[in-house]
């Protein structure tokens, strides 16, 4: 059991612990991008985007949230995964590190008929988007720093509907880790929690069914 698995979570039985299989999205990355994943396509899709393949096919979400989007690899996972449940779509991303990329995004999204799909150019460190409605899914994946992170999950947990659930990704390293300790730490007992994946790990938090908020000045 890892520090992020709840005792009394049933996250397990949903979200497995051996790694899923690929889910075909080998073609889809970008050359320039391989180098992240050892320069494979292999390892891309088989030790990385297959785990948030398999959390769209345990969760099947109606809505997805995402901060961090660069070329859209993570939502085209979750997507797939969950098998034509996925009805919105909405990125968020600065396009920091890729001019341009919230557009390519957003057409390779669409093509996979999510009727609505946007993905919006800000930085939420110096603001958070006017956001309508709920998601049953909220990817972080932004900054990753503790604070950044921190911050992140902050600002979206009020958009998490009742029951939805929150990947924070990336908690392999340091800054993230330390800021999902926190998060888990503020908010009690009214979430769930497993850490999953491979060659990166990621965090799921479970909403028990009511509204959740964390205050970075408490």
Avoid at 37 to 49: H, K, L, P
Avoid at 165 to 179: G, K, L
């Amino acid at each position: 059991m890892s520090d992020f698995d709840h005792p009394a979570s049933d996250l397990a039985a949903v979200i497995p612990e051996a790694s899923p299989p690929p889910h075909g999205m080998a073609s889809i990355f970008h050359a320039d991008d391989l180098v992240y994943f050892e320069n494979s396509r292999s390892v891309a899709e088989g030790r990385i985007y297959n785990w948030y393949a398999a959390y769209g096919a345990s969760l099947r979400p109606r809505s997805i949230l995402e901060i961090g989007v660069r070329r859209g690899y993570g939502g085209h996972a979750l997507i797939v995964g969950a098998g034509g449940t996925v009805a919105r779509y909405l990125g968020i991303d600065m396009e920091l590190d890729l001019a341009g990329g919230n557009a390519g995004a957003a057409q390779a999204l669409r093509a996979l008929g999510v009727t609505e799909v946007s993905v919006v150019k800000a930085d939420t460190r110096k603001g958070f988007p006017l956001i309508a409605g709920k998601f049953d899914l909220i990817h972080i994946d932004g900054d990753h720093s503790a604070r950044g992170a921190l911050n992140d999950i902050c600002l979206a947990l009020p958009l998490l509907a009742p029951g939805g659930s929150m990947i924070v990704d990336d908690v392999h390293t340091r800054p993230v880790r330390d800021a999902a300790r926190l998060a888990l730490l503020g908010l009690g007992s009214s979430v769930e929690a497993i850490e999953r994946g491979d060659l990166r790990r990621q965090m799921l938090i479970r909403s028990r069914g009511g509204p959740l908020t964390l205050d970075l000045q408490s």
